[in-house]
Nanobody
Framework: VQLQAFGGGLVQVGGSLRVSCAAS????????MGWFRQAPGKEREFVAG????????DYEDFAKGRFTISRDNAANTVDLQMHGLRPEDTAVYYC??????????????????WGQGTQVTVSS
């Protein structure tokens, strides 16, 4: 599967932004999808994940209550809606996919496919 992330940009503190990821291929529904982020000088970290059918989601603690992950298996897309953005949310956001992962949470090394990333900058 090939992934392409888009929708990043510049937003003020407290604002909202949606990043999206479009996947190619006819087997999108076979993949667990995730969003990760990487800030300068930091390791890539898990943000949110969603199961193949969309019925199960997982969020890192900093994302709970502010971010929502969703997927549309008919359109081959996965979105991350972000609210209440903070300067520390500034990072490159990556979508990721894996066909064999169990559940909807995983480390970066457990996801086999990656998009190119989209920059999210939160200004104060």
């Amino acid at each position: 599967v090939q992934l392409q992330a888009f929708g990043g940009g510049l937003v003020q503190v407290g604002g909202s932004l949606r990043v999206s990821c479009a996947a190619s291929g006819r087997t999108f529904r076979d993949y667990v999808m995730g969003w990760f982020r990487q800030a300068p000088g930091k390791e890539r970290e898990f943000v949110a994940g969603i199961s193949r059918g969309g019925g199960s989601t997982d969020y890192e603690d900093f994302a709970k209550g502010r971010f929502t992950i969703s997927r549309d298996n008919a359109a081959n897309t996965v979105d991350l809606q972000m609210h209440g953005l903070r300067p520390e949310d500034t990072a490159v956001y990556y979508c990721a996919a894996d066909r064999f992962l169990r559940g909807s949470h995983g480390s970066a090394s457990e996801f086999g496919y990656w998009g190119q990333g989209t920059q999210v900058t939160v200004s104060s």
